[in-house]
């Protein structure tokens, strides 16, 4: 009898250690839209019985160094990691990452072709979008109106000068337009990249040159210094997205272009004293269209060196599913819901009824071309940035002498000529031409 006891007891532990549950480690962005998935985990872990998710949510550029690190180096710390578009391509092609396969049921047509295509190599997807956006003009209707401007849905930068113009009023607390300054490749240069792009400029000609001292470049940034420094906010050097959103929903910015993904909060009445005065627009064009808005997802990807591939499947086929948007549409509320990354949420009633701003962001990220995004031809892919590995440095780069630029701490020619010597020193550094 005592044999048998052990033997049982001995099968009892293998089957235990056979269902023991897989921990998916999954490296995200402190971000809302993020840590909301984070709480909605435990219906994805109910529908997967054995699979349990550890979560390590890092702020923005601390995320992007771990990932990037342990990506590089196979260190196999993460089984799902968040990435944009920027590495996404670069990682595909590499190796670095597992080509994610889908059901019928995950519709991947269902995906925004600007989404679907930005985050693919050679046809094959490797990261899946949990949210998307462009950038459009947010500004306010009620001063337009005051000031007698009809704002167009396909502005130009010369009528929204002329507005600011209109509505600068900063003995009154308003400001004409708020624009980022703060430096970073993903901060100031990615609406500097779309402001040049549209100018008819580029990051590098077919050889590989940086264009930093070209014409469009030097109109651009004239143009953007000028601009903000008679009708911005004092410290516009030091305003992000966060600086700015919080001064638009305070009723201090006239105008604003950025990221879509503003407009859910500057029309929450909950955060916004300005919720019901909104109206939005394509962003603003000059010379060309191609380029004018920007192109970005925070997506869901799998390292090659995972052995959790299947699990982390699974994992990312529900957390960008159309269920899953569903699902925060019901829990958290449709004004609430990740966008940007499907047709269904567009035709989808209980979210159209919420969101005014729909239409717009749609027509944007629609709009968004990253494989086409500037009037001369260039050879790398990206609206605003190129996505080849060195552009992270020398974009960080550029950022600071623009933000010096701005804060009148050097002059526009100077910041873009110290901006070309460094890119070309970084390229030459790289072995793309001597």
């Known amino acids: 009898m005592k044999l048998k006891a052990s033997l049982a007891l001995a099968f009892g532990l293998l089957a235990a250690v056979a269902h023991a549950d897989t921990e998916l480690v999954v490296a995200t962005v402190n971000n809302g839209h993020m840590i909301e998935m984070q709480k909605l985990t435990k219906h994805f872990e109910a529908a997967n019985p054995g699979i349990k998710v550890k979560w390590v949510t890092l702020e923005e550029g601390v995320l992007r160094q771990r990932v990037t690190t342990d990506i590089a180096t196979k260190g196999g710390q993460f089984d799902v ?17 597992t080509e994610l396969k889908t059901d019928a049921a995950y519709d991947v047509d269902d995906l925004l072709p600007a989404m679907r295509n930005g985050l693919s190599v050679g046809g094959k997807l490797f990261a899946a979008p949990f949210y998307g956006e462009s950038s459009m003009l947010m500004y306010r209707k009620d001063l337009a109106d005051k000031a007698g401007v009809k704002v167009s849905d396909h502005p130009t930068w010369a009528q929204v000068k002329e507005l600011a113009a209109k509505i600068h009023d900063p003995k009154k607390g308003v400001y004409g337009i708020c624009l980022r300054g703060k430096p970073g490749w993903g901060d100031n240069m990615a609406f500097l990249s779309t402001l040049v792009n549209t100018h008819g400029g580029q990051w590098f000609d077919m050889n590989w040159k940086p264009q930093l001292e070209s014409k469009p470049w030097k109109e651009s940034i004239n143009f953007y210094v000028d601009l903000l420094k008679n009708y911005g906010p004092p410290g516009s050097a030091a305003n992000s997205f966060n600086e700015i959103l919080a001064l638009y929903n305070e009723g201090k910015c006239g105008m604003w272009i950025d990221a879509t993904i503003a407009a859910s909060f500057i029309t929450d009445p909950k955060q916004s004293k300005v919720a019901d005065k909104v109206a939005f627009a394509q962003a603003p064009t000059a010379v060309t269209p191609k380029g004018a808005n920007w192109l970005w997802a925070w997506a869901l990807a799998i390292p090659a060196g995972s052995q959790k591939s299947a699990e982390a499947q ?30 269904s949420t567009y035709t989808h009633a209980e979210f159209l009824k919420v969101a005014k701003f729909a239409a717009a962001e749609k027509a944007a990220i629609d709009s968004a071309n990253p494989a086409d995004s500037t009037l001369p031809k260039s050879p790398y892919v990206g609206v605003q940035f190129a996505a080849i590995p060195e552009f992270q440095a020398i974009g960080t780069t550029v950022g600071q002498h623009m933000s010096a630029a701005l804060a009148g701490k050097t002059s526009v020619d100077e910041a873009l000529k110290a901006s070309q010597v460094a890119a070309d020193r970084e390229m030459k550094k790289a072995g793309y031409y001597k």
């Not at 990691?81 to 990452?97: F, R, S």
Request: proline residues 4%; without cysteine.
């Open 81 to 97: 990691m968040t990435i944009g578009m920027y590495e996404t391509p670069i990682w595909g092609k590499k190796g670095w990452l």
């Open 314 to 343: 699974k994992f990312i086929s529900w957390a960008t599913s159309k269920d899953y948007i569903n699902l925060v549409g019901k829990e958290v509320g449709w004004g609430n819901i990740p966008t940007g990354t499907r047709k």
